[in-house]
């Protein structure tokens, strides 16, 4: 199975600022890599997939970039609305799909 | 809408089982997998297995192989999870999830996510 390892596992950060979350996987995954967003007591929401892709609806300030098995999600400018959990996915060889142990993001 | 709803929140004691329901509406049901992961509480999420609503089949991960059951109703469009012989550590929220790509193409992401349902395990 391939594991999914997130970094950091939270982090505190302001209104405005730039967030970076890496997602580390024990193989390469080709870019099939998923970003999700969760809020307490919700369900996760998808963000981003292929690495890059931006889903339907979600805003411009969230980003994905990587290859090989380092990959990144960046907030370009942490909006109140942002503070949050996020999840790392591999879809490349499955099953089983795997998840990262996820990155909360706090105020700071 | 394309949407998933699942059935409401269950209590169990250790060693029953639990049958939880998602139905979708919106899109051509038996078009795309359906998946379903747990998020014990405070934890992370983990994912259990996933069915083929066209044909039926099913893949399970290892840990739950042997406990976990997961069928479909075409004439309702609904998916169901059962897993038996629950114990403490199965407390959980436990959602479906639509597979995003049709089930002709290569595996994918999870588009759409049903509002979880809350499993409690307690003697």
């Known amino acids: 199975d391939i594991q999914m390892t997130q970094s950091p596992s939270s982090l505190s950060a302001s209104v405005g600022d730039r967030v970076t979350i890496t997602c580390r996987a024990s193989q390469g995954i080709s870019n099939s890599l998923a970003w999700y967003q969760q809020k307490p007591g919700k369900a996760p929401k998808l963000l981003l997939y292929?690495?890059?892709r931006l889903e339907s609806g979600v805003p411009s300030r969230f980003s994905g970039s990587g290859s090989g098995t380092d990959y990144t999600l960046t907030i370009s400018s942490l909006q109140p609305e942002d503070f949050a959990t996020y999840y790392c996915?591999?879809?490349?060889?499955?099953?089983?799909?795997?998840f990262g142990q996820g990155t909360k993001v706090e105020i700071k | 809408q394309v949407q998933l709803v699942q059935s409401g929140a269950e209590v169990k004691k250790p060693g029953a089982s639990v049958k939880v329901s998602c139905k979708a509406s919106?899109?051509?049901?038996?078009?795309?997998?359906m998946h379903w992961v747990r998020q014990a509480p405070g934890q992370g999420l983990e994912w259990m297995g996933i069915i083929n609503p066209s044909g039926g089949s099913t893949s399970y991960a290892q840990k739950f192989q042997g406990r976990v059951t997961m069928t479909r109703d075409t004439s309702t469009s609904t998916v169901y999870m059962e897993l038996s012989s629950l114990r403490s550590e199965d407390t959980a929220v436990y959602y479906c999830?639509?597979?995003?790509?049709?089930?002709?193409?290569?595996?994918?992401?999870?588009?759409?996510w049903g509002q979880g349902t809350m499993v409690t395990v307690s003697s």
């Open positions: 292929a690495a890059s």
């Open positions: 999830a639509r597979e995003m790509g049709t089930i002709v193409g290569d595996d994918d992401a999870f588009d759409i």
């Open positions: 996915q591999q879809y490349y060889s499955t099953p089983p799909w795997t």
């Open positions: 919106g899109y051509t049901f038996t078009s795309y997998y």
